[in-house]
């Protein structure tokens, strides 16, 4: 599939690269010369990335730009209720991968609170949150084949809570049952408020993961994805 041939919304932008490499280089570009002009503007920005494999050389780039970074605040979009021990921690990633270089130097705001049940901890995160100014600055997702992003799974029981949250909870616990670990994400209303918003993906099965997405745009409970695909989304695919 082409990605000329996804009937995407306008004003949904897609820059295809031919290795993960160039898409990592364009978008790290793009991240850095917004997260300048906020901060020309701010005191303090955020920058809020996903996990896995695919952001990996992103992170690479992204650790060596120049900006300002003592003012930048970095969170992930979801996380798994595990220990940074385990491997499948999202956070050990972005302190082993991001946060390095110059990046260093940026805050780290953890969604995750060791040794407590994922339900206790959850309010820990909230008041953590409370901190971090909205909207977010620059938030970049991915999207899994079900049409997740974040952790808002289709699966998921809560999936409500953390697609409408009823108090304005800027986190939700998911417990889907196709994922092994329960796990922690920023709700629907914190990530549609960015200023600006990436989606990062690769391979030809993602491809075909949006065109699926395109069709029947407003059931957002079966592919969640489906709510940030609108005016602003800029898409870096790479084969």
């Known amino acids: 599939m082409k990605t000329s041939e996804l009937a995407l919304p306008e ?12 898409s ?5 570009e793009a991240v850095s ?32 730009a120049e900006l300002d970074w003592p003012r ?20 050990a990633l972005v302190k082993a991968r991001l946060l390095q270089n110059r990046a260093a130097a940026a805050q780290w ?53 953390g697609l409408a949250p009823k108090d304005g909870q800027r986190v939700a616990i998911m417990t889907p049952p196709s994922q092994a670990q ?14 600006f918003t990436a989606l990062h993906v690769r391979g030809e099965e993602k491809l075909r993961t949006l065109a699926r997405a395109t069709v029947d745009p407003g059931n957002w409970e079966a592919m969640p994805i489906r709510a940030l695909l609108r005016p602003g989304l800029n898409i870096y695919w790479s084969r």
């Open 11 to 22: 004003g949904v932008e897609i820059l295809a690269s031919d290795t993960p490499e160039e």
């Open 24 to 28: 990592a280089e364009a978008l790290a």
């Open 33 to 64: 010369a917004e997260l300048r002009q906020r901060l020309s503007r701010a005191d303090r920005v955020s920058l809020v990335v996903s996990g896995g494999s695919t952001p990996v050389p992103l992170f690479d780039a992204l650790s060596r």
């Open 72 to 91: 930048v605040t970095v969170l992930l979009a979801d996380e798994r209720w595990v220990p940074e021990s385990d491997p499948a921690s999202n956070t």
């Open 109 to 161: 705001l953890q969604l995750f609170v060791p040794g407590a049940a994922p339900r206790q901890g959850v309010s820990q995160i909230e008041s953590r949150l409370a901190e971090l100014e909205l909207p977010l600055d620059v938030l970049i997702l991915g999207l899994g084949s079900d049409g997740h992003t974040a952790s808002l799974f289709p699966d998921a029981p809560e999936l409500m809570q």
């Open 182 to 195: 329960t796990r922690v994400t920023l709700t629907l209303p914190v990530l549609m408020s960015a200023r």
